[in-house]
């Protein structure tokens, strides 16, 4: 019977969290198809951005794996006031190395696009997306930090239900705004830049209502179950 309920609580746990990262590379395929209509330049161009992107993103993915972790092992303590002033720590850090970061990376977006194998016809193209897309990254980085504490402390449907409708606004702007091949690589880094934004809020309401509460800019509230 006690074997039954862990299986039951690990499968609870579990099945939001594969279904969030099978919605986040369908979504993500989805954005290569439609990209690939207008030509192999704009392909090309977003190409270059990834992995600065993600060297940009490493720094918060590792606080993102820290905080679950410190946040999952206060839930086994039950030192609720522990998790909070986790989760207060974390979001403190993670936001002001997401402006120093986010800043540098604008500032010489030219270059690190350059460094990332560039030609004359994506350069331009990969400058412009890249510098959207950075300057809208706080938003993506406050998310991840949220769903990170919500993660550890076993509400993952929060983190599905975010990253879902996200996938799912990304998607909706591509469908209105690819096919302006003047402005496409502008239009995509602005849906980039709205789904995470608009992420944010989303991410707000639904950890008020599933535990986490922004009380003020730097204050989390984090409820144990």
């Known amino acids: 019977m006690i074997k039954n309920k862990y299986w039951k609580r690990a499968l609870q746990i579990a099945w ?4 969030e990262s099978f919605f986040i590379s369908l979504a993500g395929l989805i954005d290569t198809f439609m990209v690939s209509s207008i030509g192999s330049s704009a ?16 720094f918060f993915i590792a606080i993102s794996v820290s905080v679950s972790a410190l946040v999952a092992r206060r839930k086994g303590e039950e ?17 002001s190395l997401c402006i120093i970061i986010s800043s540098i990376f604008v500032i010489f977006t030219p270059q690190i696009i350059k460094l990332a ?18 300057a809208g ?3 993506n980085v406050i998310s ?18 975010t990253n879902l409708v996200s996938s799912i606004i990304n998607i909706f702007f591509n469908y209105l705004l690819i096919n302006v091949k003047d402005i496409v690589l502008l239009s995509l880094g602005l ?3 709205s789904s995470s934004h608009l992420k944010f809020p ?13 009380r003020a800019v730097s204050y989390t509230h984090l409820t144990l179950p």
Do not use: C, E, W
């Not at 939001?16 to 279904?19: E, G, M």
């Not at 609720?80 to 936001?95: E, S």
């Not at 930090?145 to 239900?161: E, H, K, M, P, W």
């Not at 989303?202 to 922004?214: A, E, P």
């Open 202 to 214: 989303l991410n707000d309401d639904f950890t008020t209502k599933f535990g986490i509460s922004m």
């Open 117 to 134: 194998g560039s030609s004359p016809d994506t350069h331009d193209l990969g400058v412009s997306y890249f510098k959207i897309i950075m």
């Open 16 to 19: 939001p969290s594969v279904l």
């Open 43 to 58: 392909v090309a161009a977003i190409g270059l951005t990834t992995q600065p992107k993600f060297i940009a993103l490493s």
């Open 144 to 161: 991840m930090t949220i769903n990170a504490g919500q993660r550890g402390s076993g509400n993952t449907q929060i983190a599905f239900t």
């Open 191 to 193: 849906k980039s830049y």
């Open 79 to 95: 030192d609720k006031k522990m998790a909070n002033q986790t989760m207060v720590t974390a979001m403190i850090v993670a936001v």
């Open 137 to 139: 990254m706080i938003f």
